[in-house]
């Protein structure tokens, strides 16, 4: 197992390379290029620059989080197949500075969905919280709260100009439901498989994030019965998945430790996020929590155990992690709390290798 960390390029996070080169065991840095717009080609340049930039710094990437996919090829409309080739040459260019995995997901419109930023816990920290009643109403109010929220940074899966179009979006989707949408994943993913064997990188599907259908977007990827149809699409290991402990565990009939050991065993999971959740009243409703099992509803070490059981040698990063000491960075991403998670998953991981 390497363990990684996300950051948002030296433009956009607070974060520097050196805070993470110290966090202790932690080697990959877990990066995109946020400047593209969605559909658009990855230069080569940027790329190169990105790498250097993480090299000089003393660490390692080969995950890129995420290169997202455009909303035409997720609704199935004609001029999808340019924006399939523009993919099939991003994926070319990333091979070639060394990316083994990319992850993305395949949720209409908006990506990982909380409706409060800043959830007060008992011991003053924040975190992120989902309660589905608030996402009842109109997507409107949603997007408010989130870009009031966000301590002015971009959300991943909120960019102003995806925002923007959020009305002709719904709009374009009136009539994908769930088999239209897996369709069209499935036209996806034959599409660019070849590329991906041929330049030896993997996809890694992140789960729906919560696992459910909202605001009458329908959801592919929310449980182990998804997996294995986005499986069957095309049976192959450049066909994987992430592993999002808390998208997944947001349900609580997910049986997380077993999808890890069916998916690992498969040599079809390359990318696992770890993070904890607490679930709170009402079924689905939950907020994340700091990643020691006792502070959330999920068992860590049960999670990390499947990982070692069945010889993960991939990359784990801490998911989100909550505001504590004062942190007011982009909500989920700050440093002490994923720093923090990180050196509890590598304790679990040396108890564990000496077990
Ligand atoms: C939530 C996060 C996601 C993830 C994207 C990947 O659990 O990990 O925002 O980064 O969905 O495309
Ligand atoms: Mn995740």
Same mark, same amino acid.
């Given at each position: 197992?390497?363990?990684?960390?996300?950051? @948002?390029?030296?433009?956009?996070?607070?974060?520097?390379?050196?805070?993470?080169?110290?966090?202790?065991?932690?080697?990959?840095?877990?990066?995109?290029?946020?400047?593209?717009?969605?559909?658009?080609?990855?230069?080569?340049?940027?790329?190169?620059?990105?790498?250097?930039?993480?090299?000089?710094?003393?660490?390692?990437?080969?995950?890129?989080?995420?290169?997202?996919?455009?909303?035409?090829?997720?609704?199935?409309?004609?001029?999808?197949?340019?924006?399939?080739?523009?993919?099939?040459?991003?994926?070319?260019?990333?091979?070639? @500075?060394?990316?083994?995995?990319?992850?993305?997901?395949?949720?209409?419109?908006?990506?990982?969905?909380?409706?409060?930023?800043?959830?007060?816990?008992?011991?003053?920290?924040?975190?992120? *919280?989902?309660?589905?009643?608030?996402?009842?109403?109109?997507?409107?109010?949603?997007?408010?709260?989130?870009?009031?929220?966000? !301590?002015?940074?971009?959300?991943?899966?909120?960019?102003?100009?995806?925002?923007?179009?959020?009305?002709?979006?719904?709009?374009?989707?009136?009539?994908?439901?769930?088999?239209?949408?897996?369709?069209?994943?499935?036209?996806?993913?034959?599409?660019?498989?070849?590329?991906?064997?041929?330049?030896?990188?993997?996809? *890694?599907?992140?789960?729906?994030?919560?696992?459910?259908?909202?605001?009458?977007?329908?959801?592919?990827?929310? !449980?182990?019965?998804?997996?294995?149809?986005?499986?069957?699409? @095309?049976?192959?290991?450049?066909?994987?998945?992430?592993?999002?402990?808390?998208?997944?565990?947001?349900?609580?009939? !997910?049986?997380?430790?077993?999808?890890?050991?069916?998916?690992?065993?498969?040599?079809?999971?390359?990318?696992?996020?770890?993070?904890?959740?607490?679930?709170?009243?009402?079924?689905?409703?939950?907020?994340?929590?700091?990643?020691?099992?006792?502070?959330?509803?999920?068992?860590?070490?049960?999670?990390?155990?499947?990982?070692?059981?069945?010889?993960?040698?991939?990359?784990?990063?801490?998911?989100?992690?909550?505001?504590?000491?004062?942190?007011?960075?982009?909500?989920?991403?700050?440093? @002490?709390?994923?720093?923090?998670?990180?050196?509890?998953?590598?304790?679990?991981?040396?108890?564990?290798?000496?077990?």
């Amino acid at each position: 197992m390497e363990m990684g960390f996300r950051w @948002y390029g030296e433009k956009d996070d607070p974060i520097k390379l050196q805070d993470i080169r110290q966090i202790p065991g932690t080697k990959q840095v877990v990066g995109a290029l946020y400047d593209i717009p969605v559909g658009e080609v990855w230069p080569k340049s940027e790329i190169k620059s990105l790498k250097d930039q993480v090299e000089s710094a003393g660490l390692k990437i080969k995950i890129i989080e995420s290169v997202n996919i455009h909303d035409d090829i997720k609704i199935g409309l004609p001029s999808r197949d340019k924006y399939i080739e523009n993919y099939k040459e991003t994926i070319k260019n990333l091979a070639a @500075y060394g990316i083994k995995v990319i992850c993305y997901n395949f949720m209409p419109i908006f990506d990982w969905v909380r409706t409060d930023l800043h959830y007060k816990l008992a011991d003053g920290s924040t975190d992120l *919280a989902f309660q589905h009643k608030i996402v009842e109403g109109s997507p409107d109010d949603i997007i408010k709260s989130v870009q009031k929220n966000s !301590n002015g940074f971009i959300l991943p899966g909120w960019e102003p100009e995806r925002l923007a179009e959020v009305k002709k979006l719904f709009k374009a989707y009136e009539n994908v439901d769930e088999n239209k949408l897996a369709e069209n994943m499935e036209y996806f993913l034959k599409a660019i498989m070849p590329t991906c064997e041929k330049y030896d990188v993997k996809m *890694a599907m992140h789960p729906d994030d919560p696992p459910r259908p909202l605001f009458g977007l329908p959801r592919i990827y929310k !449980n182990v019965e998804d997996m294995r149809k986005i499986e069957n699409m @095309y049976d192959s290991p450049y066909n994987g998945f992430t592993i999002c402990t808390g998208s997944l565990g947001e349900n609580p009939k !997910n049986d997380v430790p077993a999808i890890i050991r069916e998916f690992v065993k498969k040599n079809k999971a390359p990318f696992i996020h770890v993070r904890n959740i607490k679930f709170m009243g009402n079924e689905g409703d939950f907020h994340e929590s700091a990643h020691l099992s006792s502070e959330g509803s999920l068992d860590m070490y049960e999670i990390m155990k499947a990982l070692h059981d069945t010889n993960f040698n991939g990359v784990v990063r801490p998911d989100h992690g909550r505001d504590i000491w004062g942190e007011e960075g982009r909500p989920g991403y700050g440093l @002490y709390d994923r720093a923090l998670g990180i050196a509890y998953l590598n304790g679990l991981w040396e108890a564990l290798n000496k077990a």
